[in-house]
Protein backbone atom coordinates (compact mmCIF):
# COMPACT_ATOMS: atom_id res chain seq x y z
CA UNK A 1 0.00 0.00 0.00
CA UNK A 2 3.00 2.15 1.36
CA UNK A 3 4.27 1.79 -2.34
CA UNK A 4 1.34 2.30 -4.37
CA UNK A 5 0.53 5.60 -2.52
CA UNK A 6 4.84 6.92 -3.15
CA UNK A 7 3.97 5.96 -7.34
CA UNK A 8 1.16 7.85 -7.28
CA UNK A 9 2.70 10.52 -5.49
CA UNK A 10 5.70 10.47 -7.95
CA UNK A 11 3.72 10.72 -10.85
CA UNK A 12 1.33 13.45 -9.19
CA UNK A 13 4.86 15.44 -8.87
CA UNK A 14 5.92 14.42 -12.26
CA UNK A 15 2.39 15.59 -14.04
CA UNK A 16 1.92 19.01 -12.01
CA UNK A 17 6.00 19.94 -13.51
CA UNK A 18 5.15 18.55 -17.16
CA UNK A 19 2.28 20.39 -17.43
CA UNK A 20 3.85 23.73 -16.37
CA UNK A 21 6.42 23.37 -18.72
CA UNK A 22 3.63 22.87 -21.51
CA UNK A 23 2.17 26.02 -20.23
CA UNK A 24 5.37 28.18 -20.24
CA UNK A 25 6.07 26.80 -23.43
CA UNK A 26 2.84 27.70 -24.91
CA UNK A 27 3.65 31.12 -23.39
CA UNK A 28 6.51 31.46 -25.53
CA UNK A 29 5.49 30.64 -28.39
CA UNK A 30 2.81 33.43 -28.06
CA UNK A 31 5.24 35.44 -27.09
CA UNK A 32 7.55 34.90 -30.09
CA UNK A 33 4.14 35.60 -31.98
CA UNK A 34 2.67 38.30 -30.84
CA UNK A 35 5.67 40.09 -29.97
CA UNK A 36 7.21 39.38 -33.23
CA UNK A 37 10.67 37.86 -31.32
CA UNK A 38 13.38 36.43 -32.05
CA UNK A 39 13.99 32.89 -29.83
CA UNK A 40 17.57 34.45 -29.85
CA UNK A 41 16.23 37.29 -27.99
CA UNK A 42 15.61 34.80 -24.95
CA UNK A 43 18.14 34.56 -22.30
CA UNK A 44 19.88 31.22 -22.92
CA UNK A 45 17.91 29.72 -19.37
CA UNK A 46 14.77 30.35 -20.81
CA UNK A 47 15.39 29.42 -24.22
CA UNK A 48 16.30 25.86 -22.63
CA UNK A 49 15.01 25.96 -19.67
CA UNK A 50 11.71 25.45 -20.97
CA UNK A 51 11.89 21.94 -22.96
CA UNK A 52 14.21 20.71 -19.55
CA UNK A 53 11.24 21.32 -17.39
CA UNK A 54 8.65 19.71 -20.40
CA UNK A 55 11.07 16.84 -21.04
CA UNK A 56 13.00 15.69 -17.46
CA UNK A 57 9.86 15.05 -15.60
CA UNK A 58 8.52 12.85 -19.09
CA UNK A 59 12.18 11.12 -18.80
CA UNK A 60 11.54 10.63 -15.20
CA UNK A 61 8.18 8.95 -15.50
CA UNK A 62 9.01 6.52 -18.56
CA UNK A 63 12.25 5.52 -15.93
CA UNK A 64 9.78 5.28 -12.98
CA UNK A 65 7.50 3.48 -15.01
CA UNK A 66 10.02 0.96 -16.71
CA UNK A 67 11.47 0.78 -12.68
CA UNK A 68 7.80 -0.55 -11.39
CA UNK A 69 7.05 -2.72 -14.06
CA UNK A 70 10.29 -4.65 -13.92
CA UNK A 71 9.83 -4.87 -10.09
CA UNK A 72 6.68 -6.32 -10.88
CA UNK A 73 7.65 -8.90 -13.52
CA UNK A 74 10.69 -10.03 -11.10
CA UNK A 75 9.06 -9.57 -7.62
CA UNK A 76 11.67 -12.31 -6.12
CA UNK A 77 14.79 -9.92 -6.29
CA UNK A 78 15.49 -6.54 -4.21
CA UNK A 79 15.94 -3.60 -6.07
CA UNK A 80 16.41 -1.13 -2.94
CA UNK A 81 19.39 0.40 -4.06
CA UNK A 82 17.95 0.57 -7.46
CA UNK A 83 14.65 2.55 -5.93
CA UNK A 84 17.24 5.07 -3.50
CA UNK A 85 19.07 6.22 -6.40
CA UNK A 86 15.63 6.76 -8.01
CA UNK A 87 14.28 8.51 -4.94
CA UNK A 88 17.42 10.76 -5.46
CA UNK A 89 17.30 11.77 -9.13
CA UNK A 90 13.39 12.57 -8.71
CA UNK A 91 13.89 14.45 -6.02
CA UNK A 92 17.34 16.49 -7.74
CA UNK A 93 15.51 16.74 -10.87
CA UNK A 94 12.28 18.35 -9.44
CA UNK A 95 13.99 20.90 -7.16
CA UNK A 96 15.48 21.66 -10.59
CA UNK A 97 12.56 21.80 -13.05
CA UNK A 98 10.97 23.98 -10.27
CA UNK A 99 14.07 26.47 -10.13
CA UNK A 100 13.86 26.98 -13.89
CA UNK A 101 10.47 27.12 -13.94
CA UNK A 102 10.08 30.38 -11.55
CA UNK A 103 12.88 31.57 -13.58
CA UNK A 104 11.18 31.22 -16.77
CA UNK A 105 7.69 32.07 -15.08
CA UNK A 106 9.65 35.57 -13.66
CA UNK A 107 11.06 36.75 -16.86
CA UNK A 108 7.59 35.73 -18.78
CA UNK A 109 4.95 37.04 -16.20
CA UNK A 110 4.79 40.72 -17.95
CA UNK A 111 4.61 39.20 -21.43
CA UNK A 112 1.94 37.16 -19.78
CA UNK A 113 -0.06 39.65 -18.85
CA UNK A 114 -0.03 42.00 -21.66
CA UNK A 115 -1.23 38.85 -23.78
CA UNK A 116 -4.15 38.39 -21.38
CA UNK A 117 -5.21 42.15 -21.06
CA UNK A 118 -5.31 41.72 -24.97
CA UNK A 119 -6.43 38.34 -25.89
CA UNK A 120 -9.08 37.81 -23.01
CA UNK A 121 -11.77 40.29 -24.23
CA UNK A 122 -14.86 41.50 -22.03
CA UNK A 123 -18.44 41.37 -22.80
CA UNK A 124 -20.79 44.36 -23.60
CA UNK A 125 -22.58 43.43 -20.76
CA UNK A 126 -18.76 44.53 -18.79
CA UNK A 127 -17.86 47.54 -21.55
CA UNK A 128 -21.19 49.29 -20.75
CA UNK A 129 -20.85 48.50 -16.39
CA UNK A 130 -16.93 50.13 -16.45
CA UNK A 131 -18.92 53.35 -17.00
CA UNK A 132 -19.88 52.81 -13.71
CA UNK A 133 -17.10 51.85 -11.98
CA UNK A 134 -14.97 54.37 -9.49
CA UNK A 135 -11.31 54.65 -10.57
CA UNK A 136 -8.80 54.50 -13.85
CA UNK A 137 -9.72 51.93 -16.32
CA UNK A 138 -8.48 51.82 -19.82
CA UNK A 139 -10.47 50.05 -22.25
CA UNK A 140 -9.06 49.53 -26.10
CA UNK A 141 -12.64 48.61 -28.28
CA UNK A 142 -10.73 46.46 -31.59
CA UNK A 143 -12.53 44.43 -33.96
CA UNK A 144 -10.77 40.62 -34.57
CA UNK A 145 -10.34 40.49 -38.58
CA UNK A 146 -9.91 44.38 -39.24
CA UNK A 147 -6.61 45.25 -41.00
CA UNK A 148 -6.72 48.13 -38.93
CA UNK A 149 -7.44 46.57 -35.50
CA UNK A 150 -5.00 44.11 -36.50
CA UNK A 151 -2.09 46.80 -37.16
CA UNK A 152 -2.49 48.73 -33.67
CA UNK A 153 -2.94 45.69 -31.84
CA UNK A 154 0.52 44.87 -33.12
CA UNK A 155 2.24 47.86 -31.68
CA UNK A 156 -0.34 47.58 -28.76
CA UNK A 157 1.41 44.63 -27.48
CA UNK A 158 4.97 46.53 -26.90
CA UNK A 159 3.79 49.60 -25.54
CA UNK A 160 1.75 47.88 -22.93
CA UNK A 161 5.01 46.02 -22.35
CA UNK A 162 7.32 49.29 -22.58
CA UNK A 163 5.02 51.45 -19.94
CA UNK A 164 3.37 48.82 -17.81
CA UNK A 165 0.07 50.13 -18.43
CA UNK A 166 -2.65 47.32 -18.51
CA UNK A 167 -6.35 47.49 -20.59
CA UNK A 168 -9.20 45.50 -21.01
CA UNK A 169 -10.30 44.69 -24.34
CA UNK A 170 -13.53 44.44 -26.46
CA UNK A 171 -14.25 42.34 -29.39
CA UNK A 172 -17.12 44.69 -31.86
CA UNK A 173 -17.31 41.25 -34.01
CA UNK A 174 -19.89 39.39 -32.52
CA UNK A 175 -21.97 41.90 -30.67
CA UNK A 176 -22.18 44.02 -34.28
CA UNK A 177 -24.51 41.78 -35.16
CA UNK A 178 -26.12 40.14 -32.76
CA UNK A 179 -26.62 43.36 -30.41
CA UNK A 180 -25.89 46.48 -33.24
CA UNK A 181 -28.41 48.64 -31.41
CA UNK A 182 -27.29 48.08 -27.53
CA UNK A 183 -23.67 47.93 -29.10
CA UNK A 184 -23.71 51.56 -31.12
CA UNK A 185 -25.64 53.18 -27.47
CA UNK A 186 -22.46 52.27 -25.59
CA UNK A 187 -20.04 53.14 -28.30
CA UNK A 188 -21.95 56.91 -28.01
CA UNK A 189 -21.75 56.88 -24.41
CA UNK A 190 -18.01 56.47 -24.80
CA UNK A 191 -17.92 59.36 -27.74
CA UNK A 192 -16.21 56.64 -29.78
CA UNK A 193 -17.03 57.08 -33.59
CA UNK A 194 -14.66 54.61 -35.20
CA UNK A 195 -12.54 50.92 -34.31
CA UNK A 196 -10.43 50.29 -33.11
CA UNK A 197 -10.40 53.39 -30.19
CA UNK A 198 -9.04 53.36 -26.79
CA UNK A 199 -11.08 55.33 -24.00
CA UNK A 200 -9.83 56.21 -20.66
CA UNK A 201 -12.16 56.35 -17.86
CA UNK A 202 -11.54 58.52 -14.44
CA UNK A 203 -14.67 57.19 -11.93
CA UNK A 204 -16.34 56.10 -15.15
CA UNK A 205 -16.10 59.67 -17.13
CA UNK A 206 -14.28 59.79 -20.48
CA UNK A 207 -10.86 61.34 -19.79
CA UNK A 208 -9.17 60.47 -23.08
CA UNK A 209 -10.23 59.53 -26.20
CA UNK A 210 -7.63 57.92 -29.31
CA UNK A 211 -9.02 56.30 -32.45
CA UNK A 212 -7.57 55.05 -34.49
CA UNK A 213 -3.58 55.54 -36.04
CA UNK A 214 -3.66 58.20 -32.74
CA UNK A 215 -4.24 55.21 -30.31
CA UNK A 216 -0.35 54.48 -30.79
CA UNK A 217 0.60 57.83 -29.73
CA UNK A 218 -1.91 58.94 -27.54
CA UNK A 219 -1.42 56.11 -25.09
CA UNK A 220 2.38 56.80 -25.04
CA UNK A 221 1.93 60.44 -24.27
CA UNK A 222 -0.22 59.49 -21.28
CA UNK A 223 1.73 57.03 -19.52
CA UNK A 224 4.55 59.52 -19.84
CA UNK A 225 2.20 62.27 -18.10
Known sequence: MKKTIKVLFILAILYLTFY????????QGMMLDRFAMDHREFPWIDRTGVWIVVIVPFVMGVIGLVLVGIQMYDSNRSYALAEKCYTVLFAFSTVLCVAI??????????????????????????????????GEQILYIMRKGSVESAEVTSELYHVLLDTGLRLRSYDTASDKEKHPGRLNEILDK???????????????????????????DGIVSYAED
Open 20 to 27: VGLKLAGN
Open 101 to 134: AARVYSHQKPYAEVLRCIGDTISLGELESAGNKS
Open 190 to 216: YGVTQVPALVILQDGAVAERFEGADII
